[in-house]
């Protein structure tokens, strides 16, 4: 049987690209690629937003390898990408990026949700969100 595959994609200030994931995770074995974008999106919890900035630590970087490595570690998973956005990001922006390869959709849907749990938990990345009456917050911080 073939090894897992870890696709890091790392920790970035550029646009992340679902379709790259999508095909860095390809596998003649995989009958299943389920893929996951987070949009920054112009509302939390009923208040209007008008924009995001993320900051990571220095660890950051490690740590998204760390969970990438411990999804592709399943051995039902064939190969992981994942990517998080730092820097300013606006509305409809794409901040997170992650995709799971597996034999069948069943398990690729619950590898591709634990990544994503598993990223919003342990990524130290914080999220300063800017509100439409001019205030802010910071949040999202393991």
């Not at 660890?59 to 399943?74: F, H, K, N, Q, Y």
């Not at 794409?94 to 598993?118: G, K, P």
């Not at 914080?126 to 917050?137: C, L, P, S, Y």
Request: with cysteine; glycine share 8%.
């Amino acid at each position: 049987m073939t090894a897992p595959t870890t696709t890091y994609g790392g920790v970035t200030d550029q646009p992340l690209d679902l379709a790259a994931h999508e095909a860095a995770v390809a596998d003649v074995r995989a009958g299943a690629v389920v893929s996951f974008q987070g949009v920054v999106r112009d509302h939390d919890h009923g208040r209007a937003v008008t924009s995001l900035e993320y900051e990571g630590h220095p660890s950051a970087e490690r740590v998204l390898r760390e969970v990438a490595a411990e999804i592709a570690a399943d051995p039902e998973v064939y190969a992981v990408a994942v990517s998080h956005r730092i820097g300013p990001l606006g509305i409809g922006d794409v901040a997170l990026v992650a995709a799971v390869s597996t034999a069948h959709r069943a398990a690729a849907f619950a590898a591709c949700a634990r990544l994503v749990d598993e990223v919003k938990a342990r990524l130290p990345i914080w999220k300063r969100q800017v509100f439409a009456d001019g205030t802010e917050e910071w949040v999202n911080c393991p």
